[in-house]
């Protein structure tokens, strides 16, 4: 099945500055890549998400860049801001097998320094 | 409109019970998803419903199962309780069949087993 992985798993930035997060899946037929951010006692909620017939997309401070020869895709944060401080998650499709839910890396602890 | 609704948000049961959760999903949608999170294993997909069917599913043990109504609302089931289900258990909702389709987050059901 896909098996997806995300690093760092904390990443602490000063305000302003720029993070960013890494993830790189397995399962060459994954097509779909969202983003999800949590919050403490919070359900994850979607930031933003990328379709594999597209290298780039964009939302005010937040992309999502995808290689699907590398098969790693990444998320960028510009003008960090305290209430970015959460838990970050990528996720991939895993389609096959009859599981066809999403997989999802282990989060990273984002941290805005003040 | 009113987001993905959980019930109940925590729940305390003990060894070899039973727990029912329960999910309503976004007005229109018709697939839900759930997941389960926990510190050690990360968000793992359990199963999806959409038009009352159990379209996927995850890895899980014969002692997690879900149904879907009508009116697109969920349950899942966890007989004979172990500790180790100890968990935040989320719910997702979609338009159409999970796969590409956006999925957006309820707020999740903690379950402590003791």
């Known amino acids: 099945g896909e098996n997806v992985e995300q690093h760092p798993s904390t990443l602490s930035v000063q305000e302003g500055d720029s993070a960013v997060i890494k993830c790189t899946y397995s399962?060459?037929?994954?097509?779909?890549f969202p983003w999800y951010k949590q919050e403490l006692g919070k359900g994850p909620q979607l930031i933003i998400d990328i379709r594999s017939n597209v290298g780039e997309k964009k939302d005010q401070r937040i992309a999502v860049t995808l290689n699907k020869t590398a098969k790693h895709f990444s998320l960028h944060i510009t003008e960090t801001q305290p209430e970015d401080s959460a838990v970050y998650f990528c996720?991939?499709?895993?389609?096959?097998?009859?599981?066809?839910?999403?997989?999802f890396g282990k989060g990273t602890h984002l941290i805005i320094q003040p | 409109k009113a987001g993905v609704t959980q019930t109940p948000r925590y729940l305390i049961k003990t060894r070899g019970q039973q727990v029912t959760l329960s999910c309503s999903p976004i007005?229109?949608?018709?697939?839900v998803s759930w997941y389960q999170q926990t510190p050690g294993q990360g968000l793992q997909f359990l199963f999806e419903y959409f038009s009352e069917t159990q379209r996927n599913k995850g890895n899980f043990p014969g002692r997690f199962s879900g149904r879907q109504f009508s009116n697109s609302r969920s349950e899942m089931n966890v007989s004979t309780l172990e500790l180790g289900d100890s968990a935040l258990y989320l719910c997702a909702s979609s338009r159409w069949t999970s796969g590409s389709e956006t999925q957006y987050f309820g707020p999740g059901t903690r379950l402590l087993v003791l």
């Open positions: 399962d060459s037929a994954s097509n779909y």
């Open positions: 996720a991939g499709l895993y389609s096959g097998g009859g599981a066809d839910g999403l997989t």
């Open positions: 007005s229109g949608h018709r697939s």
